[in-house]
T-cell receptor, first 113, second 115 residues
Framework: AQSVSQHNHHVILSEAASLELGCNYS??????LFWYVQYPGQHLQLLLK??????LVKGIKGFEAEFIKSKFSFNLRKPSVQWSDTAEYFC???????????FGTGTKLQVIP | GAVVSQHPSRVICKSGTSVKIECRSL??????MFWYRQFPKQSLMLMAT?????????EQGVEKDKFLINHASLTLSTLTVTSAHPEDSSFYIC???????????FGPGTRLTVT
């Protein structure tokens, strides 16, 4: 069975600080990886995704994530956060094909102006 | 594109009654829809997967007689919580996927409160 762990539950950063949110998954086969964001009062939106190819994936709003197969990781990064990045971030994994997506427990990011 | 709506956004019902939540894909045909439950400060828990025209596949531990899912068309799936209890109070979120896509598009969620 696939599982996803996000080690940071609550992160507080000042504006312009760099961000890295950890995500590790457990599944030995081919995976599709996602980061979703949920802004306060809004629904989940896709931030970026990895299916294959270049392991460094760029998403919306300056976010990027790197798939490191040997570490089973897909960490989310942003070089300089803004107050508007305050949200909850979910890592998710799908084990290829059209199987279900498993979500991590989420990381609440609070950016202080 | 790829917009998913849910109705109602909030519902309060009395214990023992049933409540239906609708999930619609507004601008695409959703061959697969998913229903999730999100507890406070926790992640999304997949309840069931439904494919148009066939019975839903429920995750382990989810009572299919209590959470009835119907995916009658390519744009509509419904979740009916039967004989609701206060512990069914939660945030229910649906998502939809169209044929050939791995991505899921999420609805805004429905807050159910059972009194």
């Amino acid at each position: 069975a696939q599982s996803v762990s996000q080690h940071n539950h609550h992160v507080i950063l000042s504006e312009a600080a760099s961000l890295e949110l950890g995500c590790n998954y457990s599944y030995g086969g081919t995976v599709n990886l996602f980061w979703y964001v949920q802004y306060p009062g809004q629904h989940l939106q896709l931030l970026l995704k990895y299916f294959s190819g270049d392991p460094l994936v760029k998403g919306i709003k300056g976010f990027e994530a790197e798939f490191i197969k040997s570490k089973f990781s897909f960490n989310l990064r942003k070089p300089s956060v803004q107050w508007s990045d305050t949200a909850e971030y979910f890592c998710a994994v799908n084990s290829g094909g059209y199987q279900k997506v498993t979500f991590g427990t989420g990381t609440k990011l609070q950016v202080i102006p | 594109g790829a917009v998913v709506s849910q109705h109602p956004s909030r519902v309060i019902c009395k214990s023992g009654t049933s409540v239906k939540i609708e999930c619609r894909s507004l601008d695409f045909q959703a061959t697969t829809m998913f229903w999730y439950r999100q507890f406070p400060k926790q992640s999304l828990m997949l309840m069931a997967t439904s494919n148009e025209g066939s019975k839903a596949t429920y995750e382990q531990g989810v009572e299919k007689d209590k959470f009835l899912i119907n995916h009658a068309s390519l744009t509509l799936s419904t979740l009916t919580v039967t004989s609701a209890h206060p512990e069914d109070s939660s945030f229910y979120i649906c998502s939809a996927r169209f044929r050939g896509s791995y991505e899921q598009y999420f609805g805004p969620g429905t807050r159910l409160t059972v009194t």
